[in-house]
DNA sequence: TATTGTTATACTCTATAACTATA
DNA sequence: TATAGTTATAGAGTATAACAATA
């Protein structure tokens, strides 16, 4: 029974590259959002939410393929954490405006600073070109695939 | 309320393009695997069976990240349709070698076929060498890691 | 005593149907 | 009629506890 497996071939898929290698950034990144008790779903959100102020809960769910009622339990647990706060919206009263409180502004710039942080501790073994060149070929996967 | 929302921050995070990526190509990779019936667990199981006979269901589950009991389930799965089969472990009375069926063989030969197709579809846009180092630096981020 | 394989079950995440209020 | 937000619930995926058989 020998232990180490032949891999060689799952290894010149890029999908198994690419999902093992997503989970080791996922790994790491909660890892160290420990602290802010904030998930990846959770942080992108939140992060959304603080670079766009007066976003709406179905704008959220279109860019980060959240269905509407998934939604809806996460911002009810940012609201009892006073991390976000709702205004009726401007122009659409069927739609609220989303944003974060001082409390969720601080948290958030302590959260985004610690995941640039997680970031940089998974590639420090890759050159500073190697990591400009990681990232953009990363985009141009997904952002070719919906042409 | 605009709706390309603002997301430079994000996509300065390596996590979120490694995600958005990984989601990409397992995206295609399971329209284009659905006439096998295989998600892409079931075909990295079945292709590990394929390249290591007389694995067994621990082996798997230790080189996936796959938990004992979920691993059943699934094995359970292939028998009933015939793609593996179980013989007792030669040395070991504890465990059991598992291997492709001739009709399991003739299934995952298609598979991996479609599997390299599909990736090859995803990265089209990516000259050669841009493929190599795509694959290179995602290995160092996974491989690294659990040093 | 530790490990393989297993059952049963709990928990989390994601998806679907249907409702209300407004456009 | 279509859309934003919501409720309730179903399903898939993942995790824990405990067991029998073997090492």
């Known amino acids: 029974m020998k232990d180490p497996l032949d891999t060689a071939y799952l290894e010149t898929l890029l999908g ?11 790994a790491r990144f909660m890892e160290r959002m ?4 904030l998930r990846p779903v959770d942080f992108s959100v939140l ?31 940012f609201e009892k954490r006073q991390l976000i706060q709702r205004k009726p919206h401007p122009t659409d ?3 609220t405006g989303l944003s974060l409180t001082a409390e969720g502004e601080t948290l958030m710039q302590a959260a985004e600073a610690c995941a640039m942080q997680s970031d940089l501790s998974v590639v420090e073994r890759l050159s500073a070109a190697e990591q400009k060149t990681l990232t953009r070929l990363l985009k141009k996967i997904y952002q070719t695939d919906s042409v």
Do not use: W
Not at 16 to 26: F, M
Not at 34 to 37: E, G, I, R
């Open 16 to 26: 198994y590259n690419a999902r093992r290698a997503a989970l080791t950034i996922i």
């Open 34 to 37: 420990a602290p802010f008790d």
């Open 47 to 77: 992060s959304l939410i603080r670079h766009n102020p007066g976003v709406t809960s179905r704008q959220l769910c279109n860019e980060l393929n959240i269905l509407p009622p998934n939604m809806v339990v996460f911002l009810k647990t």
């Open 93 to 95: 009263g069927r739609a």
